[in-house]
């Protein structure tokens, strides 16, 4: 049996935290849900997780300024993230920026299960020799 994928979901929306964290349990993930991005870094430090879903449109950060000041750090540099938000990505250059800060997807809510988001989550973390082109 595999083991469980720890999976930490940043996002102040308490229900997406709710929608998302309890379809991806119930796919077989650990979650964590973290409302306050401006402890993303303190958190993964403490317990580095297998991939970060991050919400792009939250008060104290935007998703690029949170993913930032993670891939300062240790823990986080190399960190897969998946940015998942209704923010349109084409906005103000969101996607880019995103993108340049290393993350791998841009997904919105809108169009995103929970379901659909663990087979990307899945995807995401197989082995390179395992993955489908």
């Known amino acids: 049996m595999a083991a469980q994928r720890?999976?930490?979901?940043?996002?102040?929306?308490?229900?997406?935290s709710d929608m998302y964290g309890l379809g991806l349990e119930h796919h077989g993930f650990r979650v964590s849900v973290l409302?306050?991005?401006?402890?993303?870094?303190?958190?993964?430090?403490?317990?580095?997780?297998?991939?970060?879903?991050?919400?792009?449109?939250?008060?104290?950060?935007?998703?690029?300024?949170?993913?930032?000041?993670?891939r300062k750090t240790d823990a986080g540099?190399?960190?897969?993230v998946f940015m998942l938000s209704n923010f349109p990505g084409t906005r103000n250059g969101a996607i880019d920026r995103t993108f340049a800060a290393g993350a791998l997807a841009w997904l919105e809510k809108v169009n995103t299960t929970p379901a659909l988001l663990a087979?990307?989550?899945t995807e995401a973390l197989e082995p390179p020799s395992k993955r489908t082109s």
């Open 6 to 16: 720890y999976v930490l979901l940043v996002d102040d929306d308490p229900a997406m």
């Open 35 to 70: 409302q306050d991005p401006t402890r993303l870094n303190e958190t993964v430090e403490a317990d580095t997780p297998d991939i970060v879903v991050l919400d792009w449109d939250m008060p104290a950060l935007q998703g690029d300024e949170a993913l930032e000041r993670l």
């Open 77 to 80: 540099r190399k960190l897969p």
């Open 119 to 121: 087979t990307k989550l």
